[in-house]
Each structure stands twice: as structure tokens, then as C-alpha cells.
């Protein structure tokens, strides 16, 4: 819900019964009353202020100034302005949103100062008439649907096909288009090619309309996405025990394209959790795995971007505790649904269409409504309790670790949760991309800069080029000192 200011003026004694009962209309509309907040001077305590300035700076403190013009003119100070015209200059200078409402008698029946207002105020905005509080109730309903609608802040639509304000193509990042066509192609079958126009495959996944760009397109490809959705970010954070508790051990916020967001949110929570390692009796590669498969992490976090509700001033919140990892997602199920539907087979009906279809052709989620059944299925499987679906003010995913999980991505000693697991798959000379590959990490900065980086700072691996860190063969591999703590953890 929004807390819209509407500052309601007029001449007092003239409007005295429309001022209140416009005010109890707004209050108690079960639509208009979530959104916005009138203010009256009247209802203000007595203070010792100047009622001049007070009035002047509740409409700095104002989204809308809302004036009802009639037939007479009101109180006029030294200048020789009344209070009502007054407020609509500082409105006007303060570029707050004006509506004006007049009655329906002629120019010659209002007082001529207030003619000259009504005339100066046509100018700069469109006025609406009314003759009775009736009239005025459906003439302020429909001017205040119309300005929740120009804010996006309810739509017809979804949010996602709505389109971006002051958005340019230049604001989107090209390579970003490429490297998805080329990943949706290799996935999915994706019938473009990477060196088609940008505006042809926005205007294939109908993300473009005579060069208009929806917020799916600035969401999925652009340049600097907060720029225009400061609510679109993950917080990660990661508590030893099972609350929440200050200092918090690990936080970070993330930013960046849905694509990014997710990305950086899944390596977060995978480099905090304990990997285990198998041997190679019976496999080529080495085998392994996290004690909650990243399937079910990878899950929750997109579900979370996917459908959130980007109106919502929230953002995504990723908690992992030492029992449990929840995602909060600022948004709700679709009409009618439970949570317990989530965990058997059903319909998809994403909230942002726009937004999934690409995240689905790029392999990030799934279209047939599979997504959390299968995190069921794939709990099950691993040994962990059922997961937990909770529909509150926002939407909360809970996924349960293992009771004897061991403290991961914590530090021992110098040795780093993150560190250790690099220690632990490490075998022989091994590329960086093998590393992260074996450790399903996507975001290579993350990796780079909390896995290779403090293994080489303290001495646990090192690089077959040391002279030259960018050789095209560079590999790693484990100094004796990591031979020895991995020989430390496996005996």
C-alpha cells in the first residue's frame, strides 16, 4: 500500500461540507483508502504557528494538491492573494501533482480574483466541473484511479508489459541480448540468432512497442535496472545460529539484471553451505554435492525474482541460517491458491509474463508449474525435511538443511568455508572453470574474489603460471600445505 499525500484546499467557509465529506470519502474507499492520505487544516491540533506558513509547508510535504475553486475568492493577505491561490503557486513551484474542481456557475457569478485564478490555474492543467458532492466523489474517484495508473502504481495490465519512463534502447546492454540468444538457443531452441538486431529479439519476446521499452526488457537486459526498480535486489545475509542475530557474519546486497541477481544470490547461499565429496570408484568425474542441492536453492531464489511484486518498495531477502534457508518474496499466490497446491502438480501463472518467458527460454525456470513440486521431490530424495511454503504479507520459501550439517563458509582458523571447498575437489592441475564447474558457481567475480583469491593469498593452492596469472593454460593445483589439510579432512 502506498501512503499518497492528497492536500485538499479551498476557501474554508465556502467548501466547509464538501472538504470533510471528500475527506471521509477518501479515508474509507476500500480502494482509494489503501493509497492515498488527505489532509485537512482544519483537523490539525492548535499550535502556535502561523496558520499561513503551516498550510504552506503541508503542501511541500504533499504528492497531490487538490483544489476546489467556486464562487468566491477568500481571505486575501497583504499582497492582496488569497490562502487557496497561494497553496497552488507552491504547489506549482514545488512540482507537485494539481487537480483542480470547480462548480458550475458562470465567470461572472464567481468574484473576479477568483475568475483570474481559475483562468491562470486552465493554463497549466486540465480542470473538472461538478455540481453536487456526488459528482464531485466520481470526478476525484476517476482523476485519482487515472494517477495511480500514470504511477503504475495499479495497472490493467502486468507489471512487466508496462512501459518505462524516460527508457532509451541505448539504456539496455547489447552483449547482454547476445550472450541470452546464444544461451536460449543452446537451451531451448530459441529460433534468433545472435547477431540479429537488439530491437528484433525485443520485439520477438514483445518486450518493445514503437520503441518503447516495457520494465521487463530494462529488468532483463539493462545497463543499470535499480536505476529505475530500486526495490530490484536480492539481500543475502548468513547467521550461525538459527535467528536472526547481530553482527550478522556474512551480508551482501546484490544488484544487477534478473539474470545477475539470481546468479549472485544462488553462489551466495552455495558458498555457505557444506559440500561433500565422494570418490571415483564408480565415476569419471568427481563426485559430490551440497547438503541442499542447488536445484532447490536455484529454485526458490528464481521463483523469488520471477514473481515478486516489483510495485512493492521490499525487495528479495535470502536468510541462511544454521537449521533452514529462507527466501522472502515480496509478492502473493494468484487468487484462490494455497501453498499446499505449490506442492503437488499445477498450472503456471506467473505474475510477470514478460519477465518469465525469458527466464525460461534462458533455462532458469520452468514453464509447466514444476518448479517447487520438484523442490519437494528433490528435498525428499536428498534425506531433508519437506519444504515449506507461507503466504503472510510476503511470500516466504523455507528449505531445511541437514541436522548434522557442518558449519560451512565460516571461518577456521584461515581457512574459509569457501577456501575448503576448492581444497576439497582440487586433484592434480585443474582451469579455474573446472573448479567452478565441479562447485556449479555461476559468477565468476564471486568465485574469483572468495574462493581462488584467499586459497592463493594463504598458501593452499597455487598457479602452475605464477608470472603470468592471465595464461591462456593457466591451472591450479594444491601446495603441500593444501595437501595437507585436505589430507586432514578426508582421514
Not at 497549466?124 to 466541473?129: M, P, Q, T
Not at 544487477?256 to 570408484?281: I, N
Request: aromatic share 10%.
Amino acid at each position: 500500500m502506498r501512503n499518497i499525500k492528497v492536500f485538499i484546499s479551498s476557501v474554508q467557509v465556502e467548501f466547509a461540507s464538501e472538504r470533510k465529506a471528500l475527506y471521509d470519502y477518501l479515508v474509507s474507499d476500500p480502494l482509494l483508502g489503501k493509497f492515498f492520505d488527505p489532509f485537512l487544516f482544519e483537523l490539525l491540533p492548535s499550535m502556535d504557528q502561523r496558520a499561513d506558513n503551516v498550510y504552506l509547508r503541508e503542501v511541500e510535504r504533499c504528492d497531490i494538491y487538490l483544489g476546489l475553486l467556486g464562487e468566491d475568492y477568500g481571505y486575501e493577505d497583504k499582497s492582496g492573494i488569497s490562502p487557496t491561490e497561494l497553496e497552488f503557486i507552491h504547489a506549482t513551484e514545488h512540482s507537485k501533482t494539481r487537480l483542480i474542481f470547480l462548480t458550475n456557475h458562470s465567470t461572472k457569478e464567481r468574484h473576479p480574483k477568483q475568475a483570474v485564478f481559475i483562468a491562470k490555474a486552465g493554463k497549466v492543467l486540465v480542470r473538472r466541473r461538478f455540481g453536487s458532492i456526488d459528482e464531485l466523489k466520481a470526478a476525484v474517484y476517476a482523476a485519482l484511479i487515472r494517477y495511480l495508473e500514470e504511477k503504475e502504481i495499479i495497472r490493467t495490465g502486468p507489471f512487466d508489459a508496462s512501459f518505462v519512463h524516460n527508457a532509451s534502447i541505448d539504456m539496455l546492454d547489447s552483449d547482454k541480448v547476445k550472450k541470452f540468444v546464444h544461451i536460449a538457443r543452446a537451451k531451448r531452441g530459441f529460433r534468433l540468432k545472435e547477431t540479429e538486431p537488439t530491437e528484433d529479439v525485443l520485439a520477438h519476446l514483445n518486450l518493445i512497442d514503437e520503441g518503447r521499452l516495457t520494465n521487463a526488457a530494462m529488468l532483463l537486459f539493462g545497463k543499470q535496472p535499480q536505476k529505475f526498480f530500486i526495490s530490484s535486489e536480492i539481500r543475502c545475509a548468513h547467521f550461525h545460529g538459527s535467528n536472526v542475530a547481530k553482527p550478522i557474519p556474512s551480508y551482501q546486497v546484490y544488484k544487477g539484471d534478473v539474470f545477475e541477481l539470481v546468479d549472485q544470490a544462488v553462489d551466495f547461499v552455495l558458498s555457505k553451505l557444506d559440500y561433500s565429496v565422494g570418490t571415483r570408484k564408480e565415476h569419471v568425474q568427481i563426485p559430490g554435492g551440497y547438503e541442499i542441492p542447488k536445484e532447490i536453492v536455484a529454485e526458490a531464489i528464481v521463483n523469488a525474482v520471477a514473481h515478486r511484486d516489483y510495485t512493492n518498495n521490499g525487495s528479495v531477502q535470502v536468510m541462511l541460517f544454521s537449521d533452514r534457508l529462507e527466501i522472502w518474496n515480496p509478492g502473493s499466490l494468484p487468487l484462490g491458491w494455497t501453498t499446499d497446491k505449490l506442492k503437488r502438480l499445477h498450472s503456471s501463472v506467473p505474475a510477470n509474463p514478460l519477465l518469465a518467458e525469458p527466464m525460461y527460454l534462458s533455462g532458469y525456470i520452468e514453464r509447466l508449474g514444476t518448479g517447487t513440486e520438484d523442490m519437494v521431490r528433490i528435498a525428499g530424495e536428498a534425506g531433508l525435511k519437506e519444504p515449506d511454503f507461507i503466504q503472510e504479507d510476503t511470500f516466504r520459501a523455507i528449505i531445511y538443511r541437514t541436522t548434522t550439517n557442518q558449519i560451512s563458509g565460516e571461518v577456521t582458523g584461515e581457512v574459509t568455508g569457501e577456501v575448503m571447498k576448492v581444497v576439497k575437489i582440487l586433484e592434480g592441475e585443474m582451469k579455474r572453470a573446472e573448479i567452478q564447474e565441479i562447485l556449479q558457481l555461476k559468477h565468476d567475480d564471486y568465485f574469483r574474489t572468495q574462493y581462488i583469491l584467499p586459497a592463493l593469498e594463504i598458501g593452499l593452492i597455487e598457479m602452475k603460471y605464477p608470472n603470468s596469472p592471465n595464461h591462456p593454460r593457466q591451472k591450479y593445483r594444491l601446495t603441500k600445505k593444501g595437501e595437507k589439510i585436505k589430507g586432514q579432512q578426508t582421514s
